[in-house]
């Protein structure tokens, strides 16, 4: 690798040099941090409600199951745990951490402001959720919009000032997802190895792949900023032992129970003809064998397991923005983002889960691929900040957000990819496989992308100057 420039330590700006690594009396037990924090994202109601949406009606049950379970290894080894690693090693926040990937001047923007604007997106999916549960639960649709006011104001202002008090209710507040699911699994399980596939939806010959590839972007898009979030969180871990253990738990087999037994029970429902074959989420199933009282009783306490959600959220929002822009007042830019969310919560554009979650997945599919190849090139370590805008963090960043967000709903059909491929590539599968990987799986082709690209320009010398961090006294 060769340096375009060379820099010292006073050239950094002051949000690297104040950082202070978090020392190792603080650390602990991956048990304890680490693998509930991971969990209990999964556990949120809105990513495993509607889980078969992605692939059941297309491939069956064993081929959705198989996705399930590849998404949770692809999280997990691509997405978490170098960032994961890096946070262990270095103990300091994922904005100083990237960096090394981004520069010193960029990594405020990439993945600091990114990564605190994205998470307005995911307050937005969390008030579209929780206040359709509670309007549900409350059989008031008219709450609706009210609830979505409410529910942002209230998590945003929580997020802000009192995330310490919010944690100590999340403790016990997870168990209610886990109590629901079970639910799920013991009244419909018995039916799901009898479920088959609409006729109509298997004659491409195709649809086991199909029905894989589209799980596996639905959870790698959900989990894309958890991933990089990695960095904040395995600072509290001792060893790589930690961060494996606290991976393995709280991510590959918390996906596999959340989204394993949801997508069972929606499909033991199907077969046994408790609802139509075109419902995708386990709560329906449940109001359809549950009193009315009951089903009311669980969205309720569905909602309020999701709140912990909302408010850290807005508080990893909060931090970022007071770290790139420490002269706006937080509760402003804050309060910006929250009417942002506000607004994607009424007008539904926030349940538009597929097209939210490509869109994180391509906004982070690049970050995370471009971190672990310079991870890899630094020797498995983190290399320390480099001077400016570092170029190849920028270039690969950019060309891998094309290339996952191109496939995404929310761009216009007419500029979507659409390759000429000629007879030979028809022959030999080519054109199948961009329809099927590129189109059907998209946050993973971002990452790709984004972690070529980064290669590629290490190696014809497209990297700032590392800057050496200076000593702590």
């Known amino acids: 690798m060769s340096n375009l420039e060379n820099s010292t330590a006073s050239s950094l700006p002051s949000y690297i040099t104040s950082a202070v690594p978090n020392p190792a009396s603080n650390r602990g037990p991956w048990f304890k941090n680490t693998a509930p924090t991971y969990a209990g994202i999964f556990l949120w109601f809105v990513f495993w409600d509607s889980m078969s949406g992605n692939g059941l009606s297309v ?44 520069g010193a001047a960029g990594g405020l923007i990439m993945p600091g402001f990114l990564m605190g604007a994205l998470q307005f997106g995911w307050l937005g999916v969390n008030t579209w959720g929780s206040s359709h549960a509670l309007a549900d639960g409350f059989h008031a649709p008219s709450l609706y919009v009210p609830l979505c006011v409410i529910w942002t104001l209230l998590a945003a202002f929580v997020g802000l000032k009192g995330i310490q008090y919010v944690a100590k209710v999340a403790t016990y507040l997870p168990l209610i997802p886990v109590v629901v699911l079970i639910m799920g699994l013991v009244l419909f399980a018995g039916s799901a190895g009898s479920y088959t596939p609409p006729a109509a939806t298997t004659g491409s010959g195709n649809g086991g792949v199909q029905a894989m590839l589209v799980m596996i972007a639905a959870i790698v898009g959900f989990f894309a900023t958890a991933g990089a ?48 074959p075109s419902v995708n989420n386990m709560t329906v199933a449940l109001s359809k064998k549950l009193s009315p009282g009951l089903y009311a009783a669980v969205m309720i306490g569905l909602t309020l397991a999701s709140f912990p959600g909302a408010c850290f959220s807005s508080f990893i929002a909060a931090n970022s923005f007071k770290t790139v822009m420490p002269k706006v007042n937080p509760f402003v830019s804050v309060g910006i983002g929250a009417i942002v969310s506000m607004i994607l919560a009424i007008t539904g554009a926030a349940g538009n889960l597929p097209s939210v979650f490509g869109l994180i997945g391509a906004s982070f599919g690049p970050i995370c691929g471009a971190m672990l190849v310079d991870y890899l090139l630094a020797g498995g370590k983190w290399n320390g900040p480099r001077s400016g805008f570092n170029p190849a963090g920028w ?59 980064y290669f590629v320009c290490a190696k014809i010398g497209m990297l700032s100057a590392t800057v050496p961090m200076p000593a702590k006294k």
């Open 59 to 102: 491939g069956g049950l064993a081929p959705t199951l198989l996705g399930i379970i590849l998404g949770g290894v692809i999280c997990y080894a691509l997405f978490y745990l170098v960032p994961g690693t890096l946070g262990m090693q270095t103990g300091l926040p994922l904005y100083v951490v990237g960096t090394s990937t981004f």
């Open 229 to 276: 979030a990695g960095v904040d969180i395995c600072s509290n871990n001792r060893d790589k032992k930690d961060v494996s253990m606290g991976g393995i738990v709280g991510i590959i087999i918390a996906i596999m129970f959340t989204a394993g037994i949801s997508v069972i029970a929606v499909a033991g429902a199907r077969a046994a003809g408790i609802i139509d």
């Open 395 to 453: 270039i690969a960043w950019a060309v891998g957000f094309v290339a996952g967000i191109l496939p995404n709903p929310i761009v216009p059909e007419v500029i979507r990819p659409n390759v000429p491929f000629g007879p030979a590539a028809s022959f030999i599968g080519v054109d199948k496989l961009w329809t099927l990987l590129c189109m059907s799986c998209a946050p993973v082709t971002a990452f790709i992308v984004g972690a070529v690209v």
